[in-house]
Structure formats: C-alpha cells, structure tokens
C-alpha cells in the first residue's frame, strides 16, 4: 500500500482537519519514515502491483535515456524512484522532511530485501531486467535533497515522479495545485512524469502523529493538469476488500509529458506514435 494511514478521525483529528493547514504549518519531522516503510512496503500490495505496472510500461516506452531524474516527495517510499532507475544517469530524492531525509540517505546505501519484490515486477519488462544490480545502480545513482515541491527549479529535469504528495502535505486546495504546477514545471518540456493521488482522503496518521491533506476527485486531478501536460493516461487503482486503510475513496494514476515553459501541451510529430503506444498500455479513463 502507498500512503500514510487513514485511521477513522479521532475527534482532535476532525478539529485539526477543520482548521486550515499550510505545508508550512505541519511539523514534518515528526513524520516516522520507519513505521510508514513497514507498515506500508513490507510486501507488495496489489494497489502498487496495479500502480508500478501502469508506470513501469508508461516509462519503458518514454524513450528516455541516461536522463536526470526527480522524485518529488520521496517520504520513505524507495519504488517510485527504481521505476526511474534504468533511464536515469542521476535521480533526486527530494524530501521536506529531515527525518524522512536521513531515512532516505541511509536506505539508497543499503536497501531492505523488501523492495525486492517490487524490482522483481519492474524486470518484467527487457528495460528494467537489462540492470543486472538495481541496488548496485540505485547507490550509483541516487541521491538525497532536502527541499520543498512548492519551490522547485524550472525545467531541470527529463523525467520523474510524484506520489501521493500533492494532495497530502496541506489541507488547502490552492496548494495542491501549486504542488502539481511545480513538479511539472521543474521538468523540460516533453520530459515524461507519473504522479499518483489519493482520491478523497481528509487527513492521515503516521504513528502518534496526524498530517493534513485536501479532500480532491477525479475532476480535481483532471483540471490541476490542464495547460501544464499533455496526458497519456488516468488509470484508476481498484483498492482491495475489504481496503486495508479507511478515510479515502481510491487512487489515481497519470501518466504523461509536460508542457514545458509555453504551457501548450504539444508533441512533436516523432513524439506523437510514443505517445499514442503508451496510451494503449495503461487503463485510460
């Protein structure tokens, strides 16, 4: 599974929930990477099976190659950035948190056997199976930053990732947008993204500790994007039964390219049968 706890809310919960809360407001760290990792990617859950398919055929036919790569929000989520991880000659892990930093610096040096699993779905594709180390790569590759998704660089990057970020670090609409439109514009026009959603989610714990999020749908996902990518696919993740957490209503997952400075969302012509090959390959709204 693939984000933070929903608990039922607990009355200080709902007060917490009730009053506005920026990014800048939530004590992030407080955040425990360690019981987020094991409660989370201890095995792998048939919502990421359905999330790292969805994403590892989308960037497998991205065309990318010894690109430098961004996820944005890494928490202590190490699979967004391995399904970078054969088209990357550099890929950030970019954290607010310093506890979640410090988690990072220390997993990418000597990942769990957990996330074997999941490595093992990505090598089902020739792109992914090519690694003949990924933990080997991943140290090779990767590093940690500190740093805030409201307030990335322009056009830095030529591929990347964002999962359940924008919707989960405030409870403020207008930063959930302002997260979206900073992650895409940090990467170079018709670099290919993936970003995840919680649809509906009001709040979650980590631990002992709540952190705010922004109750968003479908339509939300839709027009946050609008003008800044053009979409390959929405594919929408079918959450288990009964769902192992409670508090939100699904997951989304798109696909795509961004726009680039211009905000026009075009493609080249040679761009044009990728992305027509990679809207076939994931589940389209």
Not at 27 to 48: E, M, V
């Amino acid at each position: 599974m693939t984000l933070p706890i929903e608990d039922s809310p607990r009355s200080t919960d709902r007060d917490i929930q009730s009053v506005p809360v920026l990014n800048a407001d939530a004590d992030w760290d407080r955040f425990t990477p360690s019981w987020y990792k094991d409660h989370n990617y201890s095995a792998l859950g048939d919502d990421d099976r359905q999330i790292l398919e969805c994403v590892r055929d989308f960037f497998a036919s991205a065309g990318v190659r010894d690109g430098r790569g961004l996820d944005a929000g890494s928490g202590s989520n190490l699979y967004p950035a391995l399904s970078l991880l054969p088209f990357c000659q550099e890929i950030v892990l970019l954290d607010y948190s310093a506890a979640n930093v410090a988690w990072l610096q220390s997993e990418i040096n000597e990942p769990n056997r957990s996330w074997n699993e999941f490595w093992s779905l990505l090598a089902k594709d020739p792109a992914y199976a090519d690694v003949l180390d990924y933990r080997a790569l991943l140290r090779k590759t990767a590093h940690v930053a500190h740093g805030n998704v409201l307030d990335l660089p322009s056009d830095e990057y030529d591929i990347g990732t964002m999962f359940f970020v924008a919707e989960s670090m405030s409870s403020e609409i207008s930063e959930f947008r302002q997260a979206v439109h900073s992650f895409v514009g940090s990467l170079r026009k018709d670099a290919p993204f993936a970003i995840a959603f919680m649809i509906g989610s009001k709040g979650y714990r980590v631990g002992d500790q709540f952190f705010p999020a922004v109750e968003i749908d479908g339509h939300d996902v839709q027009q946050c994007l609008e003008g800044v990518a053009q979409l390959a696919s929405i594919a929408d993740i079918d959450l288990r039964d009964p769902p192992l957490r409670h508090g939100y209503k699904g997951m989304s997952v798109v696909t795509g390219w961004a726009s680039g400075g211009a905000g026009d969302g075009g493609l080249g012509n040679e761009d044009r049968a990728t992305a027509k090959h990679a809207g076939d390959l994931a589940s389209t709204r």
